[in-house]
C-alpha cells in the first residue's frame, strides 16, 4: 500500500523523503516504507528477466535525493585508497619492472608506469595472459620507490573522514539488491546435464546491468568499498536474507534451489561416501595411510575398478584400465560439502558454478584494496579451492576458465603474509596437495615397466584430457606461487605427513609415458603424449622441487634436506618393490620421467653444495644404489640408441621426446639431475662394476675384442660405432662435467654461456633463453642476473645488426672472443647441451675457422682438451673410474683395434679414448702412490694390468691375450699355418663369454714365453662384483639375483660359423700403441725422436689434431713418471718397421691435402661445364638447321643493311643469340606496376612526422599528386578539355614504372615457358593466371615483355651528325615531320586504311603490350577526361607513362644528373624499348594541325577571337601548359628514328616556353613596386642589341604586357609578399630563373641519353645547368653556372616579343570571360624534393601509447590489430571486418587508393613492418630494434625498442626504387584479407 504510494511519486524526492526518514532516531517507519518498496521495486518473481527499473530505483536510492553522479563524485572525494587496485582483462598491456618487484608476479598499469621513474630498471612490457591488478602502492609485492607519484603519498591521511549520512542509504539498500542478484543466480541456475551451457549465459547477460553497477560502486574508492566489505561479511544479514521470509513461496523454493546445488560441492560426494570411500578415507593421520596409496591399495582398488568397469562396458578392448584409488587425507572436511555463512561465500559459490563469470571476477578482485574483504575473500576461496578444481576438470572451456581462477589466485597468495595467514588457519597446503592428488587420481593407469604382468605402480594417463590439456596447471601454479614464501615453504617441509602425500603425487609421474622400442614394424600411429608428460614432469614436479630447493640454501635448514632425501629413498625402494625390479632393467623399454630420481639428486646436490651437509650420510646402502643407477643410465644409453637410428620404427617423436630432455628449458631439472646421480652412483661403487654396466647398457661389449672380426647379438655392424662412440662420449662427459661437483653459480653461467655462444653466434634474448635458468619462476631471474650482462661482456663481443646486400636484415649478435676460442672452449659441453647433433658439428667448424683465422693451427683440428676445475672433496671417488682395470682393458683393446684398422673405428672413437687418457693423467688418485718399480711379474697373473693405477698400466706390456673368434676369422688361418711347424697348446677356456676369463696357467712347451694369455669379459666381470656386493649385503638374495643365466644371452643363437679360442701375440703396451698410432697419422715412419722427448711442452699442444692429442699425453706421461720416460725413449728408439695391415689406410687418405681434392674437384666442375656448353652449342646449331632453314632466306632479304649494324639478343630460353624480327620478335622482362612514389613528393625536404598526440595532423594537400589534381581540374573547369588532357601529364599517383632485368627473350619462347609454368602445380609466390613469372635466368620477379624494336639500337651514323642549318629551316622540318605519318612495320594506322595488309607479329606484341600497361593501373588513374576512354585520354596515360619513367629515374639518381654517367638504373634501363612501343601506340592519334601547338610555339597566328562566340571553351593558353609534357608529346608523336638536330631544335622552342613561364612565376611573386621597378629596366634595355637573351628586358616585358589583364597581379593581396621581405637581386632572380627550367633540362637531357646514347657527364650541383644546356646544344661552350646567364640559352627563331605578346594575349583573353579566375594557373613551382617516407620517433613506446588503444576512424572501434601507413599516416584496421568494402578488407583497400597498390604498414602490435604489393603481402621486418639490437616480433619480450635508422632507410629506399618485389623472398597471397 505505502509502496504503492511511494512508486507514484518520482524517485528522487521519494529518495529524499526515506533518506529523511531513516535520518531520524526513531527510524523504524523509514525501514518498513523502504522494505515494503524494495520488496515491490527488486522482486525477483516478477518474472524471468531482471527489470532495468530496480536498478534505476537502486540508484536514486543511493544517491538518497541527490543526481547519482553527484554522488559518486562526493563518495570519491572521501576516498583514502593507497593502492591502485586497477584490475584489467586477458590482452590488457601491462608493466612489470623486475628491479622493483618483490615478487615476480609484480605489475604496473601503464599509467601508474608512466607516472614512476624506472629509468634504467629492468622492465619490460607484457600482454596479460589471464588478466591482473596492478600493484602500485602496495609495499608487499613491491619497492616504494617504484610507486607512481599518485600513489607515493600515503593518501589516507589527510581525508576526511566520511559523514554518517552519506552511506546510510547505501548500507540499508544495497543487502536488498545483492540477495536479489543471488537469487536471479540460484533460479537460473541448472545443472550441466540437464540443460546446455548456454543457458548460464543468458542469464549472466540478464545480470550484466546489475553486476557492472557493482563493479561501479567498487571504483568509488575506499568508503563505499568499506560499506560494501560490511554487507558481504555481515552473517546475522545473511541469515535474514538468504532464507527468505515464511509466507514467501518463492524465496522458499529459491532457497532449496540453492541447496541442492551445494550437495555435489564436497570432493567426494554424499553417493560415494556410502558406498566405498569410508573404509580408506579414514586413514589414519600417518604416514602409514600416505603410503598404502602406493601399495596396497592400489592393488585392492585395481581388482573393484575393473568389476565396476566391466559392468559399465567403458573398458574397450585393449584399452588400458583406468585406476581409482581411494583418498586418504587427514582433512575430511575438505572431502565434505560447503557451508555458506555470509553474502560473499555465496557469491564466490555462484561464481564458481557459473565458471567464473569476467564481470563477477572482476567485481570480487576490485573489492581487494580493503584490507578486511582481502582477508575474509582469501579464507573464502580457499574454503572453496576443492570445489573450484572440481569444477574446472569437468568444465568445456577449462582454458577461458583456467585463466581466470589465476586472475583471482595470484592477487591472493602473491603476498607472504597472507598466504602463511591462511595456510595457518586454513590448512591452505594440506588442501592443495589433497587437491593434487584427487585430480591425479582421475587419469591413473597400471604402468606397464619392468614386470608387466605383475607391476603394482600407477601412473598417470598422458593421453587424458587433463594432462593433455593442461588443466592442472592453475593449481600447480597456485602451489608454486605459495612455496615461494619462506614461511610457507618451512611449514610444507616440517609436516611429514604433507612430504609423503607430495611424495606419492610424484610416484603418479615417475615412469609415465612409456616407450617400447619397435622391433618389426612402423608404428601407425605417432602418440604426441610426450608433450603432456614433459610438461607435467616441469610443471607438476621440477617447479615445486626448485621451489623447495631455493628454502635450502644455508645450514639451519639441513634437517629439511635430509627428511626429503629420507622419503625419497623410501618411495623409490616402494616404486622397485612396485615394479618388480630386481637387478636388470627390462629390454627396449624407455621412459624419460624419473622425478623420484631427480628430486633425489637435486637435493643431495643441494645438501653438499650449501648446507655442508656430508654425501655418505644422504647415500643407501650399495645394493640401492645399482639400483637407482640403472634407469638414468638406461635413459643415457637409449638416447645413443635413438641418434643411431634404432628407434626408427617409434617414428619422429621419439627423437623430439630424447631432443626435450635435453633442451634448455627442461635440461637442469632432467639430464643434469640424473647424469649427477650417475656421477654419485659412480663414485660411490665399484669402479670395474660401473664400467662394465655401461659398455653392458651401450650395447657394445661384444665389439670390445681384439679378434678382427665378432658377432654382435644385440647390434646390426652400423649401429655398433655410433653406440661406441656414445658409450666413450658418455664416460667421458660422466667423468669431466662439473655442474654438480664443485663449480660456482658463475662458473656454471660462464661454461653454459661459452658452450651456447661457440655452437652459433647468438641474439641477447635467444641466449637468455637458451641458459637454463633456475626453472623455480619465482626466483624470476637468471643465477644472479645482474652477473648475467657482465658475464656476456666478458666472453661475448659484440655484433651491431648489419645488412646483407641480399637485403636479408641481420640482428644484433653476440660472438665469443678470442680469448674464449683458445682458452674456454669445451666439447663435452656442447655435446651435453646440443639439441641437434648438427649444432656440435657447428661448433667444431668455427672453432677450426678461428684457428685458421689466427693462425694458431690451420689443420683439422680435434676437440681441444679442456681442463676442468677441481673435484668436491665428497666426490673424489668419480676419480676411481679412470683408474680401473676394465677402464684400462678397454682402452687398449681400442688402440689396439684403431691401429690395426679394425672395423667400426671411427676418428672420434680414438678421440674419447685419447680424452680418457688423459683425464686419468690430470686426475690421479690421491691415496696410493705410483709404483716407480716396474711390479714382479708373478703378481699379475689374474688379470691384464698389474695395478689400477693408469700411470703405471700406461707403459705395462701385454704379451698375449686369447679370445674367442668365429672359425673363419683370419687369425685362425695364422693359427692353421703355425700347426705344422709346432704343437699348439691345448685350449683351456671354460668361459662361454665372447672372450672367456681364465686364470689357469697354461700348459705345454709355449710355457717359457707365454706367461698368461689375458682373457676378459665385461660381463662376467660384472656378475661377479654384483654377485660379491648383494652376497655382503645379504644372502637370502642371492637366489633370486640371477633369473637367467647371464651368459647365455650373449651366444649368438645359433650362428652358423662356431665360436673357437685363439691366443693372439701382441706384446704391446698402451704407450707403444700411442706412438705407433702418432706413426699412422703422420705416415712418417719414426715421427717421434728421441729428441722430441726432451723439448716437448705440453702447453704448447692445447690446439691441434690427433698428433697433437698423443704428442700432448705423452709428455704428460713422461713428465710425471720416469718410468714410463724410460720405455717412451726405448720406443722411440727402435725403429719401428712398418705394419701396412691394409693397402689404403685411412692415414693415406688423410695426408692428402684438403687443399689438393679441392683444386681437383675444381678442375672436374670447369672440364664438365665447358663440356656441357659445347654439347649445347653443337646441339643447338643441328637443331636450329632442321628446323628452320626459310628462316634465313628471309633473313637475307629483308636486310639490305649491313647486318653488324643491328642489334644482337640473346634469348635466355632457348639460349639463341639474333636480331629483334618482324616475325619473331625478341623482349624485355619486365616488371610493370602502378606507382605513387611521384604523387607522394612534397616541396620540403624534411620528412612529414608521424603524429603521437591529438594536436598533430598530416595535411596531404601539399604533396604533388595532389597538387596536380587540382591543376587539372582547375583547367577542365575553364578550358577545352582534348586541349586540357595535352597541357600536363598525369601518373604522378598511379603511374605505371616498368623495370627491368635486363634479360630479354624471344616472345614465342615466353608464351610456351608460361604454359609450362601454368601445368607446373608447384606452388608458387606468385601469380601464373596474372601474367607474372620469374626471369628464367636471375629469377628476378617480372609481369610482362618489352618488344625490342628491330633494327639498330642507338641512333648512330647519319642520324647524329650536327648540322648547320638554321633553327628556322629546323622548325620548318620539324612541322613537316609531324604532319607525316610514322613508317612503321605495318603499323595498325594503316590496317585501318588498308585492312589487306596482314599484321605482324611485332605490332601484334606491341599491343599486348600495351594492354598489359593498362591492366596494371587502376581505372580511375586512367580516366581523367570527360568522356572515358576517348583517344584523347588515351594519349593523355600513354605520354604520361614516358613521363613517370623519366621522372622516376630522375629521382633514383638523386633528384639531379649531377652523378652522371649510366648509373645503375641505366644498364637494366628500358626506356629506349618503351619509348618506341608508346610512340607506334600515340602514331594512331595524330594530332589535329589545326591545334598543333607547334605551330603557337614558333609563330605568331592570327588571332582566333571569335571563337568564344560559339560557346566552346578556348584551348589552354602556353603559359599554362606542362612544357615537359609538350616535348614528350613532340617527340613521340614525330616518326622515329628521330634526328638528332629535329630534338634539339624541339628542346630550343619549348625552353624559350619554359622559360616565359618562368619569368611570368617569377612576376607574380613581386611586389608591386618591385615590378614597377623591373618593369622599368627591362624598358630601359629592351633596345639594346641582343635584348632577346637578356631577362632583364624579357622579364620588363612580360610584366607589362600580364599587367594588362586584370587580376593576374590582383588576384595575390599584398600581404602575402611581406613574408619575402628580401629584395629580390639580379643573383636571386637568376637563380630563381634556373631552378624554374632545371626539371625541363634534366627531362630533356635524360631523354636524349636514351634515345641517343648521349654520354651523361658528372659535375658539381653549381655547374648542373650550364653542363646540361651544353649537352642539349642550348649554348656552344660550357661556362660555370655561375657567371652563365640562364636567358643566354635562348634562342628564338621569331621575334621574342612579338611570341611573348601573342602567349600574353592567350592569357589576357582571359580577362573577361568566366575563365578568368584560371589566371592562378600561371603560378607554378615544378620542383619537388625527393619522396620520402613519414619521419618515426626514436622510441617506439610512443607509438604503442598513442595506437594501441586510438579508435578507428571509419567504424569507431578499438582495431585488434591496428596498423599505420608509413607512406600517408593513415591509422587502418588490419584484418578487420568492420571497415570491409565489397570484401576488401582496409589495409588493402588503403594500399590501393594511397600507393596504387603498394603499402607499407607498421603493426602496432607486432613492432613490424607489412608490405601489400597488389595480390601478394610479405613480412618485411621490424625498424625498432631493442638495446641488444634484435627485433621484439608481436612485443613477446616487451623490451624498450628504438629506431633502428639503416633499416628504415633501407625500407624507403626499395620503397622509391620500387624493389620490395626483388628484394624480400617470402610472399604469400592476402586474398583481399588484410
Sequence with gaps: MMAALLLRRDKRSTAAHLKADLQ???????????????????????????????????????????????????????????????????????????????????????????????????????????????????????????????????????????????????????????????????????????????????????????????????????????????????????????????????????????????????????????????????????????????????????????????????????????????????????????????????????????????????????????????????????????????????????????????????????????????????????????????????????????????????????????????????????????????????????????????????????????????????????????????????????????????????????EYTKTVVRYCLETLQMWFDAIGFVDEPSLNQLTFHLPLHRYYAMFLSKGVKCQGLDLDSLLPDQEMLMKIMVHPLQIQASLS???????????????????????????????????????????????????????????????????????????????????????????????????????????????????????????????????????????????????FEEMLSAVADFKAPVFEPGGSMQQGMYTPKAEVWEKEFDPIMVILRTVYRRDVQSAMDRYTAFLKQSGINTGNPWPPYKERTPLHPCYRGLVRLLHCKTLHIVIFTLLYKIWMDHQNMSEHVLCMVLYLIELGLDNQVQDDKVEEEPCIEEHCHDSWFPGTNLLSNLHHVINFVRVRVPETAPEVERKRERERERETPPSTSSESAAFGQSSRRLTGNWRENLREAQVFSLVAERRRKFQEIINRSNHEASQAVRPKSSSSRWLPPGSPPQLVTEILEIRESMLSLLVKLHQKLSAKQNSLSLSWLAEVDPANHAHGDGLTAIERILAKAAARSRHSKRCLQEICGKVCPPVPPKKNSPGDKKSMDKEERRQRARERQQKLLAEFASRQKSFMETAMDVESPETDAVMDVGSTEPLESEVLYDCVICGQSGPSTEDRPTGLVVLLQASSVLGHRCRSDTPKRLPTTDEEHIYPEDTCGATSDVRLSLMQRYFKDSSCLQSVSVGWDGGVYVQTCGHTLHIDCHKSYMESLRNDQVLQGFSVDKGEFTCPLCRQFANSVLPCRPGRGMETGAWHTPSNKSLSTLVKEVEDLQEQLGIFPVSASVKQRDPILAESNLSKEMESVIKDIKNTTQKKYMDYGKNPGSPDNDFLFMYS?????????????????????????????????????????????????????????????????????????????????????????????????????????????????????????????????????WSNTGAAKKNTPNSDKSWESLLGHVISELTKAKDVYDTNSEEAFVLSSSVWSPQSIEFTLQQFCLPFLRLSCLLQHHLYGDSLPGCLVEEEFSLLTGCLSLTGSVQSSGSMSSAACLDWNFNAFDLINQWCSEVIALSSTPS??????????????????????????????????????????????????????????????????????????????????????????????IIIRGHRFCLWGSVYLDAHGEEDRDLRRGKPLYLCEERYRVLEQQWVSHTFDHINKRWGPHYNGL
Aim: with cysteine.
Design 24 to 558: 531520524r532516531a526513531d527510524n523504524s517507519s523509514g525501514l518498513r516504507q523502504l522494505r515494503e518498496l524494495l520488496d515491490t521495486v527488486l522482486d525477483p518473481e516478477r518474472g524471468s528477466d531482471p527489470d532495468p527499473e530496480g536498478l534505476d530505483w537502486c540508484k536514486w536510492l543511493l544517491a538518497g535525493g541527490d543526481a547519482f553522479d553527484e554522488f559518486c563524485r562526493t563518495v570519491r572525494s572521501y576516498d583514502n585508497a593507497t593502492l591502485c587496485g586497477l584490475v584489467w582483462t586477458a590482452n590488457f598491456v601491462a608493466y612489470r619492472c623486475r628491479t622493483c618487484g618483490i615478487s615476480p608476479c609484480m605489475s604496473l598499469c601503464a599509467e601508474c608506469f608512466n607516472n614512476s621513474d624506472h629509468t634504467g630498471h629492468d622492465f619490460n612490457m607484457f600482454r596479460s595472459q589471464a588478466g591482473g591488478a596492478c600493484d602500485c602502492g602496495d609495499g608487499n609485492v613491491m619497492k616504494q620507490s617504484g610507486f607512481c607519484s599518485r600513489h607515493r603519498l600515503k593518501t589516507g591521511e589527510n581525508v576526511p573522514s566520511v559523514p554518517w549520512d552519506l552511506l546510510l542509504m547505501s548500507e540499508m539498500v544495497l543487502p536488498r539488491f545483492i540477495i536479489t542478484i543471488i537469487q536471479y543466480l540460484r533460479d537460473g541456475y541448472t545443472e550441466p546435464e540437464s540443460a546446455t551451457d548456454r543457458d548460464l549465459q543468458k542469464v549472466l547477460q540478464q545480470l550484466e546491468p546489475h553486476i557492472s553497477f557493482l563493479e561501479e560502486l567498487t571504483k568509488m574508492g575506499g568508503a563505499m568499498r568499506t560499506v560494501l566489505t560490511k554487507i558481504l561479511t555481515n552473517q546475522q544479514t545473511f541469515k535474514e536474507l538468504s532464507m527468505g521470509q515464511e509466507e514467501n513461496v518463492f524465496a522458499k523454493r529459491n532457497y532449496e534451489k540453492y541447496l541442492s546445488a551445494l550437495k555435489s560441492s564436497g570432493l567426494v560426494s554424499v553417493e560415494e561416501k556410502g558406498a566405498g570411500g569410508a573404509g580408506a578415507g579414514t586413514a589414519t593421520d600417518t604416514s602409514a595411510g600416505a603410503l598404502s596409496l602406493l601399495g596396497a591399495t592400489a592393488a585392492a582398488s585395481l581388482e573393484d575398478s575393473s568389476k565396476e568397469e566391466d559392468q559399465d562396458g567403458l573398458q574397450g578392448v585393449g584399452q588400458r584400465k583406468r585406476v581409482k584409488l581411494s583418498s586418504s587425507t587427514k582433512d575430511p572436511s575438505i572431502m565434505d560439502t560447503l557451508k555458506h555463512k555470509c553474502f560473499l561465500e555465496e557469491l564466490l559459490f555462484w561464481t564458481i558454478k557459473y565458471e567464473f563469470p569476467q564481470k563477477m571476477v572482476t567485481f570480487l578482485l576490485n573489492m581487494l584494496p580493503d584490507q578486511d574483504y582481502k582477508i575474509t575473500f582469501t579464507k573464502t576461496f580457499v574454503q572453496h579451492y576443492a570445489f573450484i578444481m572440481k569444477t574446472l576438470m569437468k568444465s568445456h572451456e577449462s582454458d577461458t576458465m583456467s585463466n581466470r581462477i589465476v586472475h583471482i589466485s595470484v592477487q591472493l597468495f602473491s603476498n607472504e603474509e597472507l598466504a602463511r595467514h591462511v595456510t595457518e588457519e586454513c590448512h591452505l597446503l594440506d588442501i592443495m596437495v589433497t587437491v593434487l592428488l584427487y585430480m591425479m587420481e582421475s587419469c591413473l593407469i597400471k604402468s606397464e615397466l619392468q614386470d608387466e604382468e605383475n607391476n603394482r605402480h600407477v601412473v598417470v594417463n598422458c593421453g587424458e584430457a587433463l594432462l593433455k590439456n593442461n588443466t592442472y596447471w592453475p593449481l600447480v601454479s597456485d602451489f608454486i606461487n605459495i612455496l615461494s614464501h619462506q614461511s610457507v615453504a618451512k611449514r610444507f617441509l616440517e609436516d611429514r605427513s604433507l612430504l609423503l602425500l607430495w611424495m606419492s603425487f610424484v610416484s603418479y609421474f615417475q615412469g609415465m609415458n612409456l616407450n617400447k622400442r619397435e622391433l618389426n614394424e612402423h608404428v601407425e600411429f605417432e602418440s604426441q603424449t610426450y608433450y603432456a608428460a614433459f610438461a607435467a614432469e616441469l610443471e607438476a614436479c621440477a617447479q615445486p622441487m626448485w621451489g623447495l630447493l631455493t628454502h635450502c640454501k644455508v645450514k639451519e635448514t639441513q
Design 1441 to 1573: 607513362v614516358a613521363r613517370t619513367n623519366l621522372e622516376l629515374e630522375l629521382v633514383h639518381r638523386g633528384g639531379d644528373l649531377c652523378s652522371g654517367g649510366a648509373s645503375a638504373a641505366a644498364k637494366r634501363s628500358c626506356l629506349n624499348q618503351l619509348f618506341h612501343v608508346l610512340a607506334m601506340h600515340m602514331r594512331l592519334y595524330s594530332i589535329d594541325s589545326a591545334y598543333n601547338p607547334w605551330t603557337r610555339l614558333t609563330q605568331t597566328t592570327h588571332s582566333r577571337e571569335p571563337e568564344f562566340c560559339n560557346d566552346e571553351r578556348p584551348e589552354v593558353p602556353m603559359l599554362f601548359r606542362d612544357v615537359p609534357s609538350l616535348l614528350i608529346i613532340f617527340i613521340l608523336t614525330m616518326p622515329q628514328p628521330l634526328r638528332k638536330e629535329h630534338f634539339t631544335c624541339v628542346v630550343k622552342v619549348l625552353y624559350s616556353l619554359q622559360f616565359t613561364q618562368a619569368l611570368a612565376a617569377l612576376s607574380i611573386r613581386f611586389s608591386r613596386e618591385e615590378r614597377l621597378a
Design 1716 to 1809: 578568368q579566375q584560371s589566371v592562378s594557373l600561371l603560378v607554378q613551382d615544378p620542383q619537388w624534393a625527393a619522396p620520402r617516407l613519414l619521419h618515426l620517433p626514436d622510441n617506439y613506446n610512443t607509438i604503442f601509447q598513442f595506437y594501441h588503444r586510438k579508435s578507428c576512424t571509419s567504424c569507431g572501434k578499438t582495431p585488434k590489430d591496428p596498423a599505420l601507413c608509413l607512406v600517408c599516416g593513415a591509422f587502418v584496421c588490419l584484418k578487420g571486418h568492420c571497415c570491409k568494402q565489397q570484401g576488401v578488407c582496409e589495409c588493402v583497400l588503403h594500399s590501393q587508393h594511397c600507393g596504387a597498390a603498394t603499402g607499407i604498414f607498421l603493426l602496432v602490435n607486432a613492432s613490424v613492418i
Design 641 to 787: 640408441e635413438i641418434h643411431s637410428n634404432m628407434w626408427v620404427r617409434n617414428g619422429l617423436q621419439i627423437k623430439g621426446q630424447a631432443m626435450t630432455y635435453v633442451q634448455s628449458h627442461f635440461c637442469n631439472s632432467m639430464i643434469d639431475p640424473d647424469i649427477y646421480l650417475l656421477q654419485v652412483c659412480a663414485s660411490r661403487l665399484d669402479p670395474d662394476y660401473f664400467i662394465s654396466s655401461v659398455f653392458e647398457r651401450f650395447k657394445v661389449v661384444d665389439l670390445l675384442t681384439m679378434a678382427s672380426q665378432h658377432q654382435n647379438a644385440v647390434l646390426d655392424s652400423e649401429q655398433e660405432r655410433p653406440m661406441l662412440e656414445g658409450a666413450l662420449t658418455f664416460l667421458v662427459i660422466l667423468s669431466s662435467l662439473r655442474i654438480h661437483l664443485g663449480m660456482s653459480d658463475d662458473e656454471i653461467l660462464r661454461a653454459e654461456m661459452v658452450s651456447q655462444l661457440c655452437m652459433n653466434d647468438r641474439t641477447h634474448s635467444s641466449l637468455l633463453d637458451l641458459i637454463p635458468e633456475n626453472p623455480n619462476p619465482k626466483s624470476g631471474v637468471v643465477p644472479g642476473s645482474c652477473s
